[in-house]
């Protein structure tokens, strides 16, 4: 295997985006992460998006979307209908064929024009599920049911984890949702989709991001502090949610172990839009929050831009490694129906 | 604007949609013997294609296994007005189907017994269970 190291990243700050389209967020992004590199989209062996046509509502909107790189002279690209982390696998894996050195990620999406929570019915199964249109904080409600009925975990838990979201999003300049709020007022918050609250469930975040990525020699001249991908693997669990157990993630699990999660992980950022999902996740992959710093970027929770916060995981664990704050750092992505395809990756630091 | 796609719903979720059509829920046996519904069209463990000749009839009344509220009724659910989602396993069955649960909040429970609704008519579409209700005691 070639070693591929993150040399840059950059992301937009989350928010309601009223008057900018997809494109016009994603260029500035696209400039700051190509700065520190000294290159251009020109010089890139492989370019490739992540996105979501059903979130424009317009198909190969993906297309339009190339402007923010400049596909002319004709680039070699390629787009996943996924978040972005989704994208940086297929990058990894086109770095392995050895024959480029290069490769630019980039991811968008405007949740905010539509009804995202009625969009994401759409990647339902589409013959006994999607005609029903059970939105995402419905069917998320289901799972956090399933798991507050096993006795696994309280309601205090889930308010624990959404008053350390908003806590660490206070030194995340890119959140959208922060403050300190204790958990005990947490609890009080009216019942919303019974058995979340309204603060259990994500914000609605437009944004984007964007990543470089380089192989071996090619990492080190671009970047005095390259963050190396040490392990990358994707799993998938059974479609139907009836199926499978939502209080596990065996996918999770089985991604962590292939990807070559340990226990010495100084950062774990997770891609859990839904509080109880983080405590899913933590337990699949085995993390210990008294040595592992959970989500120090406030997660999902605090911004959930659909389409680019897995990538943003990825980045923001790689940022603070790259900032010193640990040597070792598992970033996890997610896609499909209550944590259905999950994506882990272990991130080392220069050493 | 939509595309008109026309779907062809595949051996074993067509059967189980005609069954609905004939007011009858089928399940596949799995490889490792649980019964599933719906039924697959793949085997989840060993991703073997189901035999539609296999599938057997299971209850129409079952456990609920998890359930929701949704607050904010969108177009093409069940009902119009605040509602409850429940997964239920019927009997027979080893996993849960999702609909939608006709009962006023403050008497839903994990465990409760509820039944399958039919709609006045029946086509061969999910649909055809217009939801689940309170088995009466």
């Given at each position: 295997m070639r070693d591929v190291a993150i040399v840059s990243f950059a992301q937009h700050a989350s928010r309601r985006e009223e008057s900018r389209n997809e494109i016009e967020i994603l260029l500035p992004v696209v400039r700051e992460a190509l700065a520190p590199t000294g290159l251009t989209s020109q010089d890139m062996g492989f370019t490739i998006s992540g996105s979501s046509d059903y979130l424009a509502g317009q198909a190969f909107a993906f297309v339009q979307a190339l402007d923010a790189v400049g596909p002319w002279p004709p680039i070699s690209e390629s787009h996943v209908e996924m978040d972005g982390a989704f994208a940086l696998y297929e990058a990894w894996v086109r770095l392995q064929h050895g024959d480029i050195d290069t490769a630019l990620v980039y991811c968008f999406g405007k949740s905010s024009p539509g009804d995202v929570a009625r969009v994401l019915s759409l990647q339902l199964e589409p013959y006994v599920l999607g005609p029903l249109w059970p939105d995402a904080v419905s069917l998320a409600a289901l799972q956090a049911r399933a798991l507050l009925d096993a006795g696994q975990v309280t309601e205090k838990d889930l308010a624990r984890v959404v008053a350390r979201s908003r806590r660490n999003a206070l030194g995340n300049p890119y959140a959208q949702l922060r403050g300190e709020y204790d958990e005990a007022s947490l609890l009080e918050e009216p019942l919303y989709a019974d058995p979340l609250r309204m603060h259990d469930c994500p914000p609605v975040s437009d944004g984007a991001a964007v990543m470089v990525l380089a192989a071996g020699d090619r990492a080190r001249e671009l970047?005095?502090?390259?963050?190396?991908?040490?392990?990358?693997?994707?799993?998938?669990?059974?479609?139907?949610?009836?199926?499978?157990?939502?209080?596990?993630?065996?996918?999770?699990?089985?991604?962590?172990?292939?990807?070559?999660?340990?226990?010495?992980?100084?950062?774990?950022?997770?891609?859990?839009?839904?509080?109880?999902?983080?405590?899913?996740?933590?337990?699949?992959?085995?993390?210990?929050?008294?040595?592992?710093?959970?989500?120090?970027?406030?997660?999902?929770?605090?911004?959930?831009?659909?389409?680019?916060?897995?990538?943003?995981?990825?980045?923001?664990?790689?940022?603070?490694?790259?900032?010193?704050?640990?040597?070792?750092?598992?970033?996890?992505?997610?896609?499909?129906?209550?944590?259905?395809?999950?994506?882990?990756?272990?991130?080392?630091?220069?050493? | 604007m939509e595309f008109a796609y026309t779907r062809s719903t595949g051996p074993v979720v067509g059967a189980f949609l005609t069954g609905l059509r004939d007011r009858k829920v089928l399940g596949a046996k799995d490889s490792t013997g649980r019964t599933v519904v719906p039924p697959p069209e793949y085997d989840a463990s060993s991703a073997a294609p189901i035999e539609a000749s296999t599938l057997v009839e299971v209850g129409q009344e079952g456990t609920v296994t998890s359930w929701s509220w949704n607050p904010v009724p969108r177009l093409g659910n069940p009902f119009d007005v605040p509602f409850a989602w429940a997964l239920v396993r019927l009997d027979g069955a080893d996993t849960s189907l999702l609909h939608a649960l006709d009962a006023p909040r403050d008497t839903i429970t994990t465990g409760m017994r509820v039944k399958v609704r039919w709609a006045a008519e029946t086509v061969g579409f999910i649909n055809d269970i217009a939801c689940f209700e309170p088995v009466a005691s």
């Open positions: 970047s005095e502090h390259p963050v190396w991908i040490r392990g990358i693997d994707h799993r998938i669990d059974i479609q139907a949610p009836g199926s499978r157990d939502l209080t596990t993630s065996p996918s999770t699990r089985l991604a962590g172990q292939k990807a070559g999660v340990t226990k010495d992980i100084d950062i774990a950022e997770l891609h859990a839009p839904f509080s109880h999902q983080e405590l899913i996740l933590t337990d699949a992959l085995g993390l210990d929050e008294t040595t592992t710093t959970i989500n120090p970027s406030g997660g999902a929770l605090a911004s959930n831009p659909v389409m680019v916060a897995g990538l943003v995981r990825i980045g923001e664990a790689a940022m603070r490694l790259q900032a010193g704050e640990g040597h070792r750092a598992v970033a996890h992505a997610t896609s499909g129906p209550l944590l259905q395809q999950n994506l882990v990756c272990v991130l080392e630091g220069q050493s | -």
